[in-house]
């Protein structure tokens, strides 16, 4: 069975330019969910996705941030522009059940650099 | 708001020592707790996933408990090899006014030197 499939795996933009990553969860996974990480730290969650509803965005920083999940299954997140401080790897992970009980399983990540 | 810390942050044992890596989380109303190993460059793999209602989960030489009364959680890896260098994350579901949200810990970073 195939994992979390996340592209790209790395990516190096300038300030102020826009930038966007995609993930493919695991089939049959309804459950969606995009983490921040940062150096030495703890992934955070910035969204959850219940099929293609967004049941709690309330720690992605709208005003330079986007994601959707058309159909339910891929999903992208977006950053427009990006600023210095947004250079972390954003994981993508995803679930079998709604609620967040279930073992979550995550993808590679994507290492953001920006200069 | 649900905090986890893991200490210590950082651990560097010879091969073949036996091993306890800490986690204590704030509130105690989790639904479930893991631990997590991170690869440089990789994602997250779960290794152990323990529910509040249990008391330990054992996989091969892993071993993590959990006494949720008291916000606590080890994870204890027997007979350590070169292979099991890696950065290990606690993560606890629910708590701090979430039902689901997963909060993690910082991390320790373990070496085993062979």
């Known amino acids: 069975e195939a994992g979390v499939v996340q592209s790209p795996r790395y990516k190096i933009i300038e300030k102020k330019q826009p930038v966007a990553f995609w993930c493919n969860p695991i089939?049959?996974?309804?459950?969606l969910y995009w983490y921040l990480q940062n150096l030495g730290q703890g992934p955070e969650l910035l969204i959850r996705y219940e099929n293609e509803e967004a049941v709690d965005d309330s720690q992605l920083p709208k005003d330079r941030f986007s994601a959707e999940r058309l159909k339910g299954v891929d999903s992208t997140l977006k950053i427009q522009p990006a600023e210095l401080g947004d250079s972390a790897v954003y994981l993508c992970a995803s679930s079998s059940g709604t609620g967040g009980k279930e073992t979550q399983y995550f993808g590679p990540g994507t290492r953001l650099l920006v200069l | 708001k649900q905090e986890v810390t893991q200490i210590p942050a950082a651990l560097s044992v010879p091969e073949g020592e036996n091993l306890v890596l800490n986690c204590s989380f704030t509130d105690s109303a989790i639904y479930n707790l893991q631990w997590f190993r991170q690869d440089p460059g990789k994602g997250l793999t779960s290794l152990l996933l323990i529910q509040s209602s249990q008391r330990e989960q054992t996989s091969g030489r892993l071993n993590a408990s959990l006494d949720k009364s008291s916000g606590r959680s080890t994870l204890y890896i027997a007979a350590s090899q070169p292979g099991d260098s890696a950065t290990y994350l606690c993560?606890?579901?629910?708590?701090?006014?979430?039902?689901?949200?997963?909060?993690f810990g910082k991390g320790t970073l373990l070496t085993v030197n062979p």
């Open positions: 993560a606890v579901t629910g708590g701090g006014g979430s039902n689901y949200k997963l909060t």
């Open positions: 089939s049959g996974h309804n459950t």
